[in-house]
């Protein structure tokens, strides 16, 4: 079965830092590959996705994230956090079954953002 | 353009009570639909999807169901509630496509149950 693991449950960043969210999946074909971000209490935003060909993706709100097959990673930067970044980020990893696109997510990365 | 809705937004509900959460898409047809459980440090669990009208796949076993009486309708239901059924619940939706394809989410509905 597939899974995700983001390792850091908070990070801490000072405003116009640099950020890297760790995300490492296990899943054994190609990986269809996402990264969304929540807001307190709202939904989930799409963020970036990757599919198939150039490993380095971009996404909106100046997010990118490059895929690693050989380390089973997919972590999303940005090279200069705002205060408007501070939410909750989520890796996922899909499968398509059944006529059904599946996404199983990480337990998520909580981002606090100094001034 | 594609909308989702949910409603309610917040509902508290004593243990034993029914439960009826409902989620609406707009502007499109014949999409997948899902519906997550977000507990507090635990991520996102899928519960159900639904390919078509009538057509429910149950990823958990638990005290909750799922329906899908319209295409652009999902309704999740629960004839007796327990505390463990407290969270954050998500809609979210699809295009029906073979593979390559992502989902977009709702805002949610806060469920405590007490």
């Known amino acids: 079965a597939q899974s995700v693991t983001q390792p850091d449950i908070h990070i801490t960043v000072s405003e116009g830092a640099s950020l890297e969210l760790r995300c490492n999946y296990s899943?054994?074909?190609?990986?269809?590959l996402f990264w969304y971000v929540q807001s307190p209490g709202q939904g989930l935003q799409l963020l970036l996705k990757y599919f198939s060909g150039d490993t380095l993706v971009q996404g909106i709100k100046g997010f990118e994230a490059e895929f690693k097959r050989s380390q089973s990673s997919f972590n999303l930067r940005k090279p200069s956090v705002h205060w408007s970044d501070a939410a909750e980020y989520f890796c996922?990893?899909?499968?398509?079954?059944?006529?059904?696109?599946?996404?199983?997510f990480g337990t998520g990365t909580q981002l606090k953002v100094e001034l | 353009s594609q909308t989702i809705h949910q409603w309610p937004a917040t509902l508290v509900q004593p243990v034993g009570s029914p439960l009826s959460l409902e989620c609406t898409v707009e502007?499109?047809?014949?999409?997948?639909l899902y519906w997550y459980r977000q507990a507090a440090g635990r991520g996102l669990q899928l519960l159900f999807y639904s390919v078509g009208i009538g057509q429910i796949s149950s990823e958990v076993p638990q005290n909750l169901s799922a329906s899908r009486p319209q295409d652009r309708q999902f309704i999740l239901s629960s004839k007796k509630l327990l505390l463990s059924d407290s969270g954050f619940y998500l809609c979210?939706?699809?295009?029906?496509?073979?593979?390559?394809?992502?989902?977009?989410f709702g805002p949610g509905t806060r469920l405590t149950v007490t």
């Open positions: 996922a990893v899909g499968e398509f079954t059944g006529g059904g696109n599946k996404l199983t």
């Open positions: 502007g499109t047809s014949n999409p997948n």
């Open positions: 899943y054994g074909a190609t990986p269809y």
């Open positions: 979210a939706w699809s295009v029906r496509t073979s593979g390559r394809a992502w989902q977009y």
